[in-house]
């Protein structure tokens, strides 16, 4: 069945360090959709992209959505420890029109 | 605000009991999902609902039924609770146009017994 890999599992970064979450799916998306989920709470909506190679920005948060529709990436810039949390992408099938979780990427800030 | 609302936040019970859990949201959203939450396993969709009296499976929905009689009420049934449903359940919510993201509750952890 479809599939949406992410990686890396954990990272682990000292403050004002970058950090970037990779997200890959086995067939085409029609949109790709951010989370985050705080230790101990649920995962909240981040964002929205729907068109090819479309970038977006949150503050020091940006977004891409490959050429292919296939693979996307969630780079920080210079992370705060109210950074901390685990990033899950999140993949709408072209075909089924259902979302599919990555594994998400927990990421620890050290200040 | 907008919310997802469910009803327990932690819930203990027992191998074979028979366990509801409840979700209600306020947007008048059209789709209501139920997902399980393990770590490394990600989140794993155990049913849905398009609409009022509609339900489909998921990935995982051995061992669980549900229940949509009213649009902004969907119950989740573990119908003989086992050791391996122990794990965190989550509620969302989401309009049927795929502008919008989901809209998850506060989540439930189930531990079995």
């Known amino acids: 069945g479809q599939q949406v890999m992410q990686i890396p599992q954990y990272q682990h970064v000292q403050e004002g360090e970058d950090f970037t979450t990779y997200c890959n799916s086995s067939t085409t998306l029609s949109n790709i959709q951010w989370y985050k989920q705080r230790p101990g709470g649920h995962p909240v909506f981040l964002i929205q992209l729907v068109k090819s190679g479309e970038v977006k920005k949150q503050k020091r948060l940006t977004f891409q959505f490959g050429e292919a529709k296939k693979n996307s990436s969630l780079h920080i810039t210079a992370t705060q420890t109210t950074d901390v949390g685990t990033y899950f992408c999140a993949g709408q099938s072209s075909n089924t029109g259902k979302l599919i979780f990555g594994q998400g990427t927990t990421l620890q800030v050290k200040p | 605000d907008v919310k997802v609302t469910q009803s327990s936040r932690y819930l203990v019970k027992r191998t074979g009991e028979k366990v509801f859990l409840e979700c209600v949201q306020d947007?008048?959203?059209?789709?209501m999902f139920w997902y399980r939450q393990d770590p490394g396993l990600g989140l794993r969709l155990i049913y849905f609902s398009y609409d009022v009296k509609m339900k489909e499976k998921g990935d995982i929905p051995e061992g669980y039924s549900v229940s949509r009689e009213k649009k902004e009420r969907f119950s989740l049934i573990l119908e003989s609770a086992s050791t391996n449903q122990t794990s965190m359940y989550l509620c969302?919510?989401?309009?049927?146009?795929?502008?919008?993201?989901?809209?998850f509750g506060s989540g439930t952890r189930l531990t079995v017994v």
């Open positions: 947007m008048d959203h059209e789709n």
């Open positions: 969302a919510s989401s309009r049927t146009s795929r502008n919008y993201g989901y809209t």
